[in-house]
């Protein structure tokens, strides 16, 4: 039997030698407005104006298309430095087909900064689909993100470490129904960890999981996303552990209870640590990753923003002062993704 690896753009490394981890970060990506949500003529400018202190609080409320917009490998590799300094070690990029994924930048970022990167794999929401994706088969979408995690994206021999994030709407939009399952077919043939982007309700976390189970995926290789701004009830979260997968409170940073994409009441990071005790006290202990979901311009230190090491520099004596021992944040920031992102040996 072969030993576990993780799947870095650099290479395959052990899980040992991942360190900190963040499992659902972007550094480069295009979130842009798709068409569908483009603003009107007379908003275009602010859309597209340069941060500034005076417009800050505006564009971090509304995510401008300028916020949106991610391509400075400079930037990354600086803003990274901060993470190193802090004690990180790996950044899962969970950008997905459509969102301006880019292997060869995510590689020099990874070489110049020497933080180990994992890139994902497969296809964002129906509104970032690529054209092409309606007119695909299943099996075609599922021979590409094979592909992706075994030879490399696009003839770059930089290789995907996980299948995701897979974005999902609710109600669920068949397009998206067939990526699911396509990206389910490609986790069985790869073993590669599965990580859902759920729609924004709450029904839509265990609809997603029932998908999964019909196409045979093992749980336990399943990382469901945002949980803390899809379900707001202690109750719920462990409903989303207590089926095998991880789940997943991405938005550490996130302290505004505003959400500019849905008409909900986000926690702040106080509130997700409480929901991680509880977790923690129901036995789903080694379920659980964190993280920060960095996409905008505003999330970076540059732009006035938290940046990649808030978590190891706010959270874990947030999380200490809230009972949780070293030895368990050890556990939930280096032990678990470790786990769930390593292919089976």
Same mark, same amino acid.
């Given at each position: ?11 395959? $490394? /052990? ?12 550094? #480069?990506?295009? =979130? ?13 400018? #602010? ?18 298309? +300028? ?6 490998? /400079? ?16 950044? $899962? ?5 459509? #969102?301006?994924? &880019? ?14 990167? $994992? ?12 054209? /092409? ?14 592909? &992706? ?26 397009? +998206? ?91 702040? &990071? ?15 202990? +080694?379920?659980? =990753? ?34 949780? &021992? /070293? ?6 920031? $280096? ?11």
């Amino acid at each position: 039997m072969t030993q576990p690896i993780v799947r870095t753009v650099l290479g395959d $490394v /052990d899980p040992s030698a991942l360190g900190h981890t963040q499992p659902h970060e972007h550094l #480069l990506i295009d =979130l842009s407005r798709p068409k569908t949500t483009r603003r009107p003529v007379a908003d275009r400018a #602010l859309d597209n104006a340069p941060i500034t202190l005076e417009n800050h609080y505006r564009v971090r409320r509304h995510h401008t298309s +300028e916020d949106l917009r991610l391509f400075d490998v /400079d930037v990354a590799v600086d803003e990274l430095a901060r993470y190193t300094a802090s004690g990180g070690g790996t950044i $899962v990029d969970a950008t997905s087909i459509g #969102l301006g994924r &880019d292997p060869r930048g995510l590689a020099e970022i990874s070489r110049r900064s020497g933080v180990h990167v $994992v890139m994902g794999a497969g296809f964002y929401f129906r509104d970032y689909h690529p054209a /092409d994706v309606a007119a695909r088969t299943r099996e075609e979408l599922t021979a590409e993100i094979v592909a &992706d995690v075994r030879t490399g994206v696009d003839g770059t021999g930089i290789k995907s470490g996980l299948i995701g994030e897979i974005g999902l709407s609710h109600p669920l939009h068949p397009d +998206e129904d067939k990526v699911l399952r396509a990206a389910c077919a490609a986790q069985r043939e790869t073993g590669a960890a599965l990580m859902i982007h759920p729609g924004r309700d709450p029904l839509s976390p265990l609809a997603a999981l029932r998908i999964v189970a019909e196409e045979g995926v093992d749980p336990s290789r399943v990382i469901m996303s945002h949980v803390e701004r899809t379900v707001f009830s202690a109750a719920e979260m462990r409903a989303i552990a207590e089926t095998g997968c991880y789940a997943e409170f991405d938005l550490f940073g996130q302290e505004s209870s505003y959400y500019a994409l849905a008409p909900i009441d986000m926690p702040n &990071d106080a509130t997700r640590v409480d929901y991680i005790v509880d977790l923690i006290a129901h036995g789903h202990a +080694e379920q659980i =990753l964190i993280s920060q979901d960095i996409c905008h311009k505003t999330n970076m230190t540059r732009y006035g923003g938290e940046g990649f090491a808030h978590i190891l520099d706010h959270v874990l004596p947030l999380m200490r002062r809230k009972g949780i &021992d /070293d030895a368990m944040i050890a556990a939930i920031t $280096v032990h678990n993704p470790a786990r769930a992102l390593a292919f089976p040996g």
